[in-house]
């Protein structure tokens, strides 16, 4: 990401689907060069990528089902898919820098170590236009995946 780097630890027992979609459109280079383009910093505290477009709605032309067991936490540094409701995954994910309580909606299936957790933390601390009405909005900063690799 543009703050620094960013890395991802995905649990493939938990959501091997969402991880097996999220590595393959990594190794497209889908993400490459696009803008983180949501933040919240009031309830559910988050950063939101994973859309080509940067308005919210794109995606990479399918969906999937969620991988959801029941008993999903979301604390910060859990990477978990973003969606439109049940069974509408595609591209878009969020990042959490602080616990979050969520209902058990949203697919998890990583996290952050702690040095990637400071840098999303860095660059929401610098807020959001309020875009979209609802307490969230465009990050204020270049919030930008660079590129995204498998290591």
Known sequence: MTGGAVTITGD???????LHSFESLVKQKFYDD???????????FMVQCGDPTGSGSGG????????????????AGTVAMANSGPDTNGSQFFILYRDSALPAA????????AASL????TMAAQGHDNSYGDGTG???NAFRITTASIG
């Open 34 to 44: 696009t803008a983180c383009h949501r933040l919240s910093d009031s309830g559910m």
């Open 60 to 75: 990479p032309g399918y969906r999937f089902a969620d991988e959801l067991k029941g008993d999903e936490t979301y604390t």
């Open 106 to 113: 949203y697919t998890v299936f990583g996290k952050v170590d």
């Open 12 to 18: 493939r027992a938990a959501a091997p689907c969402t």
């Open 138 to 140: 465009r990050p204020r």
């Open 118 to 121: 400071k840098v999303i933390e």
